[in-house]
């Protein structure tokens, strides 16, 4: 079980899944995290609920090959955790399979045990609270958690559990900057955030996200390019080519 120290503030992180991706992500990212979320972003499905360990492991083997300082964290897909037996024989597959240095699971209070049972087998657990993608069924089902003080309670003692259960970090999605704020007062350990308050120990966000390459995104998101324009612009010099008998030439015939 290697040790994971998160000593640097703030935390960057990416997700990845391939390695072209994550070998850029790498260069710059404390985290690379293989998402389930994969579903969304590779194959357009409308929620992470239908990602298959199969899925994952393909793409974190990928991004294996590209990671070489990050730690490489890999999230267990929905169902694939729902007691510790089953959580530890798919976790163990995870780590032999890809050879990354930990897993991602999504819940509080009521996975806190499973999450002790596979820190109790040498494997390294990131936490994940506030909005849980894997509990939603479409894009319109996403809503900010802890608007009020019954899900900022619920969100705190989520925390509380799992920090105590014994993971090294913990991803804050969708929550009011209030709530996060209230968060950051009672973790012990690196809270990352994606669409939380900047307070937290890092941040994270989907790389096909703020490269740009969707027209709608989520309002944390940021965009840093807008690769989805400049494919289009590509794409459409290279059929103008085609259809202009300007591709290809004598330097690209043999």
Do not use: W
Not at 73 to 87: E, F, G, I, K, Q
Not at 136 to 153: H, L, M, T
Not at 171 to 188: P, R, Y
Not at 234 to 252: E, G, H, L, M
């Amino acid at each position: 079980m290697k040790k994971i120290n998160l000593k640097k503030r703030p935390i960057i992180c990416l997700t990845s899944y391939s390695k072209f991706f994550a070998e850029i992500a790498d260069e710059y990212c404390d985290i690379v995290l293989v998402g389930d979320s994969l579903g969304m972003v590779y194959y357009g499905d409308p929620s992470t609920r239908s990602v298959s360990l199969n899925d994952m492991i393909r793409h974190a083997k990928s991004v294996r090959s590209g990671v070489k300082k990050a730690i490489m964290v890999v999230d267990m897909p929905y169902r694939t955790y729902s007691n510790p037996t089953l959580a530890k024989k798919n976790a163990l597959r995870i780590m032999r399979e890809t050879k990354c240095d930990a897993v991602k699971l999504e819940g509080g209070k009521e996975i806190s045990h499973i999450i002790k049972h596979l820190i109790k087998n040498r494997i390294n657990v990131m936490g994940h609270i506030g909005l849980l993608p894997q509990k939603v069924r479409s894009k319109k089902d996403y809503k900010i958690k802890g608007i009020n003080a019954v899900e900022k309670n619920k969100i705190i003692n989520d925390l509380k559990c799992i920090q105590e259960s014994g993971v090294f970090s913990i991803v804050l999605e969708a929550v009011k900057n209030h709530t996060a704020k209230e968060v950051m007062k009672f973790s012990k350990i690196p809270i990352i955030g994606i669409g939380a308050s900047k307070e937290c120990d890092g941040q994270i966000l989907v790389l096909e996200d703020m490269l740009g390459m969707f027209k709608k995104v989520p309002k944390f998101v940021k965009k840093y390019s807008n690769l989805r324009s400049y494919i289009k612009k590509a794409v459409k010099q290279y059929s103008k080519d085609i259809r202009d008998k300007k591709f290809p030439t004598k330097r690209n015939v043999y």
